[in-house]
């Protein structure tokens, strides 16, 4: 069977761009073949098949330092169509190797294979890869491990050793046939029946005390841990038992150093944490716990483990120690508390570029909810019978049958519109408990976009909603792009207070923020990486071909 339509004109339009890519090589090239195919892996007593790249859970991890390039060859041996998206990378004038299906590119169709190229130009730190089609990430991602450059260093102590810490969800069914079985009957989707460390559920969990995931520890020696949060839906709490954490790194970029008890990773999130070895010897628990501040009790409410173990002669007997002041499952407090303490490291070696108040040619007020769309004869297993679904300022995405990058590239129309609004269609109390399923939960559908002038300056402020009392602190996450969040807040965004509250001169710098529950956040950034890229729930912005040669 040949290429596609979608897939030839995907490729006429690879081959002009590749060429300008040539003068932004620097640092070394690396390769990495990716094999995707299932294959067989035993969790909770019960064996299964997933899908994996290069037969591993997680997948495997990428090592690199700033400056160099990457290339991918991902071979599906699969069932599905699977895209890789490297989520973080900017992949400046490249974003035909982004990697969401149906924004950037087609799907890999089983049995063929795509080449990705990742540039990592301006990141350091972890960041991580995952598949971008439907539910298949809940097994295909893995680390980015990016590493200072040549000639330059951490702004940190060096390091006595690191480990690659990815937590992710574990389903006892077949993730795709779930996914199904939600899009079909339009209900709620079905929960994880485990959290996992490095593939491993931990001691608490049947059938999984003899493969928990152990790190070995030499006292007095410091530690830094790559934390990757892959789980489907789910914000974490993270502690080790009786040792501080000194937070040094968030999504590829450094922070100003934050010592802390546990930390609160959303879905997407990606830290770098160093610990030392400077408690009694022995073995003390690694917590990873859900964090969930909605109304509706539907997530899954187990807690995985590993164990942090010193190593030396001694003996020691009983459980590890397990911390004692651990937030929560519905504790918001130390959550919040947490996420507003991040900074910036703001230094000359590591400047920062936030657009400030005069500077700001782009705003956007997006809301996010959850509302829904009719079924005829009320035949969805949502409220009122209706599908539940997923919007931002009410629109729910489409999928095109093109790619939205190669309908714009080769102006191919019908496949999409440029009319993403600036603002909801209506204003209300957002935050209200009392919104049920009124009007206001009626979603439309469609493949609309936003158009930025090249180095645009944005703000976009996203406010959570209560709509069917639906409200949770949710990931937002953009690609092409790492944002600063100058300001987050509770209730409804005030436009005469709120701005007082911003943080203009260290704010975080993120490409993946949690959007508190019945709050707010504003991220701002400029728009100067020219091509189409997505936002968490699929808001699609391009950026304009000027002052640049993209074309």
């Not at 080449?115 to 130009?121: D, E, I, K, M, R």
């Not at 509706?296 to 002669?313: E, L, P, R, T, V």
């Not at 709509?467 to 005030?494: I, K, Q, W």
Request: aromatic share 12%.
């Amino acid at each position: 069977m040949g290429p596609s339509l979608c897939e030839l004109r995907w490729l006429l339009a690879l081959l002009g761009a590749l060429l300008l890519l040539l003068p932004l090589a620097q640092g070394e090239d690396h390769y990495y073949t990716f094999i995707l195919r299932e294959t067989n892996f035993t969790r909770l007593c019960t064996t299964k098949s997933i899908l994996t790249v290069n037969d591993s859970f997680p997948g495997p991890a990428l090592y690199v330092r700033k400056g160099d390039t990457a290339y991918v060859n991902v071979i599906n041996e699969g069932y599905y169509g699977v895209t890789i998206h490297w989520h973080g990378i900017k992949q400046p004038r490249n974003p035909w190797f982004d990697g969401p299906e149906y924004i950037t590119q087609c799907p890999i169709s089983p049995g063929t294979n795509f080449t990705y190229q990742v540039l990592f130009t301006s990141e350091e730190g972890t960041l991580w890869w995952h598949a971008h089609s439907d539910w298949t990430r809940a097994t295909v991602h893995g680390a980015i491990i990016i590493k200072p450059a040549l000639g330059t260093t951490y702004p940190f102590p060096e390091p006595d050793d690191e480990e690659v810490l990815v937590f992710a969800s574990w389903y006892d069914e077949d993730v795709m046939e779930l996914m199904i079985e939600a899009l079909s009957e339009g209900g709620q989707a079905t929960s994880s029946n485990a959290y996992c460390i490095n593939g491993q559920p931990g001691d608490f969990y049947n059938c999984s005390r003899e493969t928990t995931h152990r790190i070995s520890a030499d006292y007095g020696k410091t530690n830094l841990l790559r934390l990757v949060n892959s789980v489907q839906n789910t914000n974490m709490y993270f502690a080790i038992a009786n040792h501080s954490l000194t937070v040094v790194g968030l999504d590829g970029a450094y922070i100003k150093p934050l010592v802390t008890r546990y930390i609160m990773i959303t879905p997407g999130q990606s830290m770098d944490i160093l610990v030392t070895a400077d408690q009694p010897l022995g073995e003390y628990y690694i917590i990873l716990s859900p964090f969930f501040d909605g109304q509706a009790d539907d997530f899954d409410h187990s807690i995985a483990s590993a164990i942090f173990q010193y190593s030396g002669n001694y003996t020691y007997t009983g459980l590890p120690a397990y911390p004692s002041d651990f937030p929560g499952w519905e504790d918001k407090q130390p959550a919040t508390f947490f996420v507003k303490q991040l900074r910036s490291l703001n230094s000359a070696e590591h400047p920062i570029d936030v657009p400030k108040d005069n500077e700001i040619t782009t705003r956007m007020f997006i809301t996010i909810e959850v509302g829904l769309r009719h079924c005829p004869n009320d035949s969805c297993a949502g409220p009122l019978g209706d599908r539940l679904a997923a919007a931002l300022n009410n629109i729910s995405f489409a999928n095109p049958s093109v790619d939205v990058l190669q309908a714009y590239y080769n102006n191919i129309t019908g496949y999409y519109t440029a009319d993403f609004p600036d603002l909801p269609p209506v204003g209300f109390n957002f935050t209200s408990d009392d919104l049920g399923t009124a009007n206001v939960t009626m979603v439309d559908k469609g493949t609309k976009v936003k158009v930025l002038n090249y180095n645009a300056s944005v703000e976009i402020i996203l406010q959570g909603t209560d709509v069917m009392n639906s409200a949770e602190t949710h990931p937002m996450h953009l690609h092409g792009f790492r944002f600063y969040v100058v300001g987050l807040g509770e209730g409804n965004f005030d436009n005469g207070t709120a701005p007082e509250t911003y943080n203009l001169y260290d704010p975080p710098e993120m490409n993946t923020v949690p959007a508190p529950r019945d709050g707010w956040a504003v991220i701002r950034f400029r728009a100067n990486n020219p091509g189409k890229f997505t936002g968490c729930a699929h808001a699609n912005f391009t950026i304009e071909k000027r002052q640049i040669n993209f074309s």
